[in-house]
């Protein structure tokens, strides 16, 4: 059956406009005892449910510098993934997947388009810029139409670049392929947001849609936070809290506060009139990425969404990183050539993304949860739909799994399959975990075991 999020009688906080989801509190369920003659046996509802993320880099990575060295429990991290380090034993690392259908099967070139669009589809995108779009419905939204009904997001959809929905981007292939990893059906891409501002409001946002901006209208003309329409309703719940918990609200609604000071803070940036970017979105690329990350681990911590996507920066992107002494273009320096100096910048560029994805791991490990973490409970996998930039080749691709999955993942593994195997049997092993019943995913062939 679908593992679906049983949230306690206590869900959210209420006020003018805003709409604050609340972590599960000990001290507001049944007695342990209680609950379990009440279940029968039967697995306890109120265990934390399973939620699954994809985070997806562009343009491959220096494979020499990446892979592990070892192999099963024995394996030493190379230098691009050092910044997981202290998170080894969290971590599953698989060689040997790959997508099949990012190659181009006869379409010719366009292998940045066909690489994101496969990533979460495992279905050949139909080559068009034009509005005849159609690849294939995307894991995280089969894991949506499964379980997502019980959620107040069904899923969330992240970015740090701007959606594109329409155009040539790549050899004849439309933007949407290139821009998009999250398809409702197969003709249908969600949008990813990349305001953190929008994804805030999004979250915290209630009532009518009247009461929602009558709330932002007011809380940017005082100055005031979101919480502060909250507060009389957290003060009533104080009272119905243990000490633990109450400890631990405290530490929650601080949370939000601080990611509400950071985006009003961008928020302030972006309203400039010379300003170069959209209200709410930092200038600094290492900042957007972990505001979103602190966003997903907030939606994630209250229960608010069973599965989330972040595209650190779409497929193809040219994105320069000066912080990095980097100012030739990422997807440029991925046409290597074989170059030692371009290769050395890949790998800079490999660590930097590495290290956005240690704290997201590092964030979900820091929040309690049931016997264990947020991560504990959690799947995430980062990876890339290019293993090498310069070959443009779709087999043998980065991927990391990170999280235990409730106990059903194995993790401290670096796990080599050989070449072959297509990257939707792990989705499909994915959907399992979620309870959702599925034969295929694309072009699934089995299961991959995960623990």
């Known amino acids: 059956m679908p593992r679906s999020p049983q ?12 709409l604050v989801s609340l972590p599960v509190f000990e001290s507001l369920l049944p007695t342990s005892g209680l609950r379990a003659a009440a279940l029968g046996g039967i697995a306890d509802p109120l265990a934390p449910p399973l939620r699954t993320a994809f985070i997806y880099v562009p343009n491959g990575v220096n494979n020499a510098h990446w892979w592990p060295t070892g192999s099963g429990s024995s394996f030493q991290l190379a230098s691009s993934l050092a910044a997981l380090e202290p998170h080894k034993r969290d971590l599953q690392i698989i060689s040997g997947l790959g997508h099949e259908k990012a190659n181009g099967n006869g379409d010719g070139p366009g292998d940045h388009a066909r690489a994101s669009a496969t990533f979460l589809t495992g279905a050949q995108a139909r080559k068009t810029a034009g509005s005849d779009i159609r690849v294939g419905r995307s894991i995280d939204q089969m894991i949506a139409a499964g379980v997502g009904a019980g959620y107040r997001l069904p899923s969330l959809e992240l970015s740090c670049d ?30 990813a947001e990349r305001n953190p501002r929008l994804v805030f409001e999004r979250m ?27 507060m009389d309703d957290a003060s009533r719940l104080q009272r119905d809290l243990g000490r633990d918990d109450r400890g631990k609200l405290d530490g929650y609604l601080t949370s939000v506060r601080e ?20 209200a709410g979105v930092p200038k600094d690329y ?10 997903m681990v907030l939606s994630f911590q209250t229960r608010s969404t069973p599965v989330a996507t972040l595209m650190f920066a779409s497929e193809s ?49 820091s929040v309690p949860e049931g016997d264990g973490t947020l991560l504990d409970h959690s799947l995430l996998l980062y990876g890339s739909g290019i293993r090498d930039g310069d070959r443009h080749d779709h087999v043998d691709l980065p991927v990391i799994l990170a999280g235990r999955a409730g106990g059903a993942s194995s993790t401290g593994l670096y796990r080599k399959l050989g070449s072959g195997q297509p990257m939707t049997n792990l989705y499909l092993s994915m959907l399992d975990l979620h309870g959702v019943s599925a034969d295929r995913v694309g072009d ?5 075991k995960l623990a």
């Open 317 to 365: 992107s040219g994105r320069t990183f000066p912080g990095l002494g980097i100012t030739e273009g990422h997807h440029s320096l991925s046409h290597h050539e074989r170059r030692a100096d371009k290769l050395e910048q890949i790998r800079r560029i490999d660590e930097f993304y590495i290290r956005q994805f240690a704290y997201l791991v590092d964030r979900m490990k």
């Open 162 to 191: 701007p959606p594109r929905q329409s155009g040539n981007c790549d050899s004849g292939y439309s933007c949407a392929y290139q821009f998009n990893l999250s398809w409702r059906s197969e003709n249908q891409p969600l949008p």
């Open 7 to 18: 949230l306690n009688r206590r869900q959210f906080l209420t006020g003018l406009g805003a």
């Open 259 to 278: 990611i509400e000071k950071r985006v009003e803070s961008f928020a302030a940036f972006g309203e400039r009139p010379d300003a170069p970017l959209p």
């Open 444 to 448: 699934s062939t089995g299961r991959l």
């Open 204 to 230: 915290f946002g209630g009532g009518t849609l009247r009461d929602t901006a009558e709330s932002r209208a007011i809380r940017t003309r005082q100055r005031r936070s979101i919480l502060d329409f909250v």
């Open 286 to 295: 290492e900042e957007h990425m972990r505001l979103m990350c602190d966003l």
